[in-house]
């Protein structure tokens, strides 16, 4: 059997899963009106996948000149993995792993965080995994309960670790500037990493059903008589145990940052004070003693 990285290696495959800018940014735009009801049923003409590849080429401020041999392999390449064709009407429309592709872009870059989904979203699954007491059950909440959530548990971590990034980016950029501006933005950029920590801290309030379900998966009786079933649990509970290290990962970051911020600081405020000292020292000497 093939690895991943073997089958992502057979020629165009890796190109097709992930397209270059311009096919990607014309999916996202179909993908907008799709979400906003402009297309019934999700269903549209090869002539608004025309108008999508416009769009992006207004990126450039320069006309879609593309042939028509061109314009026809990008559409045969997306429906590879992105687009599903209907012969019969020739309409277009989504598949699943485009649509989940989309819908992942989206709420990482829409900057979301909600706990309380998180929260409700261990909830019913506890209380699912609760009742899921035969080798089926399990493995029905193992397969299709757990893995349904498995993306969105992980993203709210995810999201914390990028809003430190960006922070520390923000701070590398503003670092140019005049020094007044730089201790303004020291000041947001504190402030910023003290609300990272306390949505760290409303993620674990929210994921505290994991404990419980960690208990029941490690006891279940139906390990011990499916040999799947003992692999499924460890993977699950791998996967907690991978989010309880992420969110351990955040705190970490932001012990070593906070530090070395509150330094940085303080020494800027002490350089700005004899900045400021020393401009009114040469102001005074500057000055005539009748102008004083």
Not at 105 to 119: D, G, Q
Not at 142 to 155: A, G, H, N, Q, V
Request: charged content about 30%; hydrophobic content about 40%; overall charge negative.
């Amino acid at each position: 059997m093939q690895t991943l990285f073997e089958q992502l290696k057979i020629e165009n495959t890796y190109e097709l899963l992930f397209p270059k800018k311009e096919k990607g940014l014309a999916i996202i735009w179909l993908y907008e009106r799709v979400k906003n009801g402009e297309f019934e049923n999700g269903i549209f003409k090869e002539k608004e996948i025309h108008r999508a590849f416009e769009a992006v080429s207004f990126i450039r401020h320069e006309p879609l000149r593309l042939q028509w041999t061109i314009y026809n392999n990008y559409i045969i390449e997306l429906q590879e993995f992105y687009l599903i064709y209907n012969d019969e009407d020739q309409t277009y429309m989504f598949t699943d792993f485009g649509l989940q592709i989309c819908e992942k872009v989206h709420r990482l870059i829409s900057k979301r965080f909600n706990p309380t989904i998180i929260e409700l979203t261990c909830a019913d699954l506890h209380v699912k995994l609760e009742v899921a007491v035969t080798e089926e059950q399990i493995k029905n909440w193992l397969t299709i309960d757990l893995f349904k959530s498995r993306t969105l548990l992980l993203e709210q971590v995810d999201y914390l670790n990028q809003q430190i990034d960006r922070s520390v980016t923000a701070l590398s950029e503003k670092a140019k500037r005049r020094k007044e501006t730089l201790l303004m933005a020291l000041q947001e950029i504190e402030e910023q990493i003290d609300t990272i920590r306390q949505q760290n801290k409303e993620l674990r309030a929210a994921f505290r059903q994991i404990d419980r379900m960690n208990d029941i998966l490690n006891s279940h009786p139906a390990r011990d008589n499916s040999e799947e079933v003992d692999d499924l649990v460890s993977e699950a509970i791998s996967y907690f145990e991978s989010i309880y290290l992420r969110l351990a990962m955040v705190d970490s970051r932001i012990d070593k940052i906070q530090p070395k911020i509150k330094q940085f600081f303080a020494s800027l405020n002490r350089d700005i004070f004899n900045f400021k000292v020393e401009r009114f020292l040469y102001y005074l000497l500057e000055k005539k003693p009748s102008d004083r």
